[in-house]
């Protein structure tokens, strides 16, 4: 079949053994893309109805951290793709080094295999470590921003108006409210990086998949035969 002209033993290796769990790692956070920025937004809803315009604040840092998560999000897809394409590379290598061992044995061409596996290795590295990097960093950001917001809000919250006190009681239910946002700001970024994964897996598969099963052109049929 088509499917398999372009792609190699490695490659499928790599659709049942990476791609298929990826796809299945994605289902039980699949909710949360909606769930997490609906519980946001309720959450703030009532802090506003607390500490008023001061509400503002903490939304202005939330709007700045966004676009950056958007932005490392893209990024972290682009090396993931080029990740796994260094890694089907690599099996493919490895499978026909595997499959032709003995003429490599006989002519003594292993350390100039093995170096040319580690040069691929090590571009696959690379691309892990990149992604690795990004992915702390939106971690970071995410999970800094329920202080970083909190803390706007109450500084804003007592420097607009002098008549604004910080009573326990709006400290504590603001707080509370703090809270209630932090599981889904914390599991959003993650959900993110799933889905990334789960879109880059799906094209893959989708590409094998749907590969032409025959050439119709050396195909006949005889209609006169039933």
Not at 116 to 136: H, T, V
Not at 161 to 186: G, H, K, Q, S, Y
Request: net charge positive; glycine share 4%; aromatic share 12%.
């Amino acid at each position: 079949s088509a499917a398999r002209k372009i792609s190699t033993v490695g490659e499928v290796v790599n659709l049942m053994a990476v791609d298929a769990q990826r796809c299945a790692d994605f289902a039980p956070f699949m909710h949360f893309l909606w769930a997490a920025p609906i519980t946001i937004i309720v959450a703030m809803y009532f802090l506003w109805q607390i500490v008023g315009v001061s509400m503002l604040a903490g939304l202005a840092v939330m709007i700045i951290v966004i676009p950056f998560n958007g932005f490392t999000a893209n990024k972290i897809k682009k090396l993931q793709t080029k990740q796994m394409k260094y890694k089907d590379e690599r099996v493919k290598i490895i499978n026909e080094i595997m499959s032709g061992i003995k003429v490599l044995k006989l002519y003594a061409w292993e350390p100039s295999f093995k170096d040319y596996i580690l040069k691929i290795r090590d571009k696959e590295l690379k691309q892990l470590r990149a992604s690795a990097l990004w992915g702390a960093s939106i971690s970071f950001f995410w999970l800094s921003s329920s202080f970083l917001v909190s803390f706007a809000t109450f500084g804003m919250f007592v420097l607009i108006d002098e008549r604004n006190v910080l009573t326990a009681e709006i400290a504590f239910v603001a707080t509370a409210l703090f809270n209630v946002m932090r599981i889904p700001i914390i599991i959003l970024p993650m959900s993110i990086q799933l889905l990334l994964q789960f879109l880059v897996s799906v094209k893959r598969i989708n590409k094998f998949m749907n590969a032409d099963e025959l050439d119709l052109g050396s195909v006949s049929h005889d209609k006169s035969r039933k």
